[in-house]
């Protein structure tokens, strides 16, 4: 399968902290690889140093070959990697396509003067992301919400905006930062069935996940943390299996149960 990300040597300290410790990592095309650990492992960092967020003190990362570490967040969007966040952020007054075409900025190449001047390309670009964004909102299960305003959503519904954003502008690689926090059963079944229809569609998806259920029964492959280092990484079965893990992590109890 072909590397589709490629992270050697990363680290990240804040102060005294080594927040992230010479992880590597590979992701191929087309998985969809969990990343596991207890709360303050580094999980959110390693996320914020992929999309530029944070520059890794030391480390290299590889994006389809290109090394990507120390680029803007803008110009690593623009390679194709799209994120979520742990806590929703949306503009909850405005309506949900609002919130969805959000996710086109920087994407669309007529500047800022075409679009105030109403020029007829700045039209065009705003009408092909309007057609894309209610297309992503169908995809995601939201067909009919585009009007409504987004805090108005349930809390599940609102995830799916948060990723509807992240997917308008078709992203080869997709971060989700705990997509299930906070939602019930069936609620957590449903995200599921959406992160694999997004991974069908052709995008590659990082899926950072407590609900270690959901981890081992969606993802190809699962990387775990501690304390800043990748202590495993293997299929689901050798993640749950792998005394590290159940030592570090989740306590013989609970990984049994999803054996
Ligand atoms: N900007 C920052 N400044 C200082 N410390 C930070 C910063 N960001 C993260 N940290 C620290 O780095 C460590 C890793 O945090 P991080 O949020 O990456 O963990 P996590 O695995 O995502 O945890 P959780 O599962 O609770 O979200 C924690 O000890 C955190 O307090």
């Known amino acids: 399968m072909v590397t589709l990300l490629k992270v050697q040597g990363i680290t990240k300290q804040f102060g005294g902290l080594l927040a992230v410790d010479g992880v590597n990592l590979e992701v191929r095309q087309g998985e969809i690889l969990g990343l596991i650990g207890p709360n303050g ?6 996320f914020n140093i992929l999309t530029g967020l944070y520059v890794p003190d030391e480390g290299s ?3 389809e070959g290109r090394a990507i570490h120390g680029l803007k967040p803008f110009q690593i969007a623009n390679c194709g990697i799209s994120r979520t966040f742990q806590n929703i952020r949306l503009l909850k007054e405005e309506t949900v396509l609002e919130n969805v075409k959000v996710g086109m900025f920087g994407k669309t190449s007529s500047g800022l003067w075409s679009s105030i001047l109403g ?3 700045a039209k065009e670009e705003e009408r092909l992301t309007e057609e894309e964004s209610l297309r992503i909102l169908e995809t995601v299960g939201l067909k009919g919400y585009e009007g409504s305003l987004a805090g108005s959503l349930s809390y599940g519904n609102q995830r799916r905006v948060e990723i509807a954003r992240a997917l308008v502008s078709k992203p080869k690689l ?5 997509p299930t926090a906070g939602m019930n059963a069936e609620e957590v079944q449903e995200m599921s069935s959406l992160i694999r229809q997004i991974r069908k569609n052709g ?11 959901m981890v081992v029964g969606l993802c190809d492959r699962v990387a775990v943390l501690d304390h800043g280092i990748k202590i495993a990484d293997g299929t689901p ?3 749950v299996e792998n005394p590290d893990v159940i030592e570090a992590y989740i306590g013989k109890e609970e990984m049994t149960e999803v054996v």
């Open 174 to 178: 997709l971060l989700l930062d705990e």
């Open 237 to 239: 079965q050798e993640i």
């Open 203 to 213: 995008t590659t998806v990082i899926l950072i996940e407590h609900n270690v259920a």
């Open 61 to 63: 990362i590889e994006f």
């Open 119 to 121: 020029l007829k390309r």
């Open 41 to 46: 492992a580094g999980k959110t960092t390693f």
